[in-house]
């Protein structure tokens, strides 16, 4: 690299007589500084300089804005930095704002930051107007890098150039200090200092606050400022209100949250799908089935359609404690609303109902989701499966594995074990010999798992044998 700086060096000291400077390297004068180069987007126009020490015609080494291309078109910063340094020894030259925003980019995006504080000095000293482009690439290059002091110091060094921070400035700082637990604090005082400077926080300032302070435990904090937003004037949005509902659902708190919603809905605000699968999943999940139930059914009402994961939410919750049938009745209500179920809509119904004995239903609905498409779980398969032969109808039992070998759905080795001995056992004449029969007239394939049933299967048929010979 060091050489690299020497060459440059020399390279820069050679001058034609045109006042041109000539190209790095192997490339000619034309492509560097004749042809015009791409440059970072929104740049501002080229200051125009009225000193007369500023006239780029005295200048041995060409324009600012030849300096400035020729600064933008070099890959390595450290050597645009050397280009810069050298062009600044020049007399009767100064490097335009623009020349200063792209090396600066360069610097900071290489992670050059000391450099990069030292052309933020040298902007300062030399009184050169900026505009508020700098300092937002300047937050966004320190968030990237993972620098929260650097972003906060930002915001001051804003104030020194008389150049007024925007909200936008100071959201991006918020979110950029908030992630890291100890600058909550500081973020907060930022965000109260905020208006001593002219500098007003509007309502994602407050959520960016909320949201941290409620990660962090601090409920009481969050709606404090949840209450200060109206009387500062501002005014809450769908997000605010789900920021507080989210942590007071975390904390199980979910009639605090409840409360909140009607406020919400009082003051005129549509929540939205998050709000509601939130609650849903905090009212299901403290078995309040009845309240989730009727919530359900009030969005379509409230402007917000119910959706699937909703709708499955609602069933996951019925079939956890028992109420399978109430499942069956929100799936109903999902295919009237058009909403149609999905695989986890069926998958936890079908289990859901094993688990309460209702096999007539259960099976009814693994033939809707196989007619649609669906694959049952081996586990489904497997409850269906076992449900059926514990109250001894073989036969349906059968019949579920033989659907779904049709499918391609492979059961469980378990499963075979447990229907197997069964069949054995129920019968040894014609009937139940023609069930299995069909079964295995299906192609067997070694995912299929009978294989692995074979053993114990063996040793049973044997140990049957051998009881049968005993008796006789």
């Known amino acids: 690299m060091q050489r690299a700086f020497l060459s440059c060096s020399k390279t820069l000291q050679t001058v034609a007589s045109n006042g041109i400077l000539f190209s790095l390297g192997k490339h000619p004068p034309s492509i560097l500084l004749g042809s015009s180069l791409p440059l970072p987007h929104h740049l501002p126009k080229q200051q125009p300089f009225h000193s007369s020490n500023n006239d780029s015609g005295n200048s041995p080494i060409g324009s600012p804005t030849r300096v400035q291309k ?153 709606y404090s400022l949840f209450n200060n937003m109206f009387k500062r004037d501002v005014v809450p949005d769908i997000e605010s209100y789900r920021v507080l509902m989210q942590a007071l659902c975390r904390k199980s708190q979910v009639n605090g949250a409840v409360d909140l919603l009607e406020d919400m809905l009082n003051k005129g605000f549509v929540p939205d799908a998050l709000t509601y699968t939130t609650l849903l999943n905090s009212l299901c999940r403290k078995k309040k089935l009845r309240e989730a139930y009727k919530l359900l059914c009030r969005m379509k009402v409230k402007g917000c359609n119910p959706d699937i994961v909703h709708y499955n939410t609602v069933i996951l919750g019925f079939c956890r404690e028992g109420r399978a049938h109430d499942a069956c009745k929100v799936i109903d209500d999902m295919q009237a609303n058009g909403c149609l179920p999905n695989l986890v809509s069926y998958r936890t119904l079908v289990s859901g109902l094993c688990e309460m004995g209702m096999l007539d239903e259960a099976n009814k609905y693994m033939e809707e989701m196989l007619s649609k498409g669906f694959s049952p779980h081996f586990a489904v398969i497997h409850a269906l499966v076992k449900g059926f032969c514990i109250v001894g109808r073989v036969e349906e039992a059968c019949g579920v594995l033989t659907k779904s070998l049709k499918h391609g759905d492979a059961p469980h080795t378990d499963t075979w074990m447990i229907l197997i001995p069964v069949i054995c056992d129920v019968d040894d004449g014609v009937k139940i010999s023609d069930v299995l029969d069909e079964i295995l007239k299906i192609e067997i394939k070694g995912h299929t798992r009978i294989v692995d049933a074979g053993i114990g299967l063996e040793n049973y048929l044997i140990g049957k044998i051998r009881a049968k010979s005993r008796a006789s």
């Open 70 to 222: 020729l600064i933008a078109s070099q890959s390595d910063p450290l050597l645009a930095k050397e280009i810069f340094d050298y062009a600044s020894r020049q007399p009767n030259f100064r490097h335009s704002y623009s020349t200063y925003l792209i090396l600066i980019l360069k610097l900071g995006r290489s992670n050059h930051f000391s450099l990069v504080d030292d052309l933020i000095r040298r902007l300062k000293s030399d009184s050169i107007s900026i505009t508020p482009t700098l300092f937002s690439y300047l937050i966004k290059i320190y968030g990237e890098a993972d620098l929260p002091d650097k972003a906060l110091k930002t915001f001051y060094t804003m104030l020194q150039f008389d150049c007024k921070p925007l909200p936008k400035h100071l959201n991006r700082i918020l979110e950029i200090l908030v992630v890291h637990r100890n600058y909550v604090r500081p973020a907060f005082n930022l965000f109260k200092d905020a208006h001593r400077y002219g500098v007003l926080p509007n309502t994602k300032s407050y959520n960016i606050l909320m949201r941290a302070f409620c990660l962090n435990g601090d409920i009481s904090i969050a």
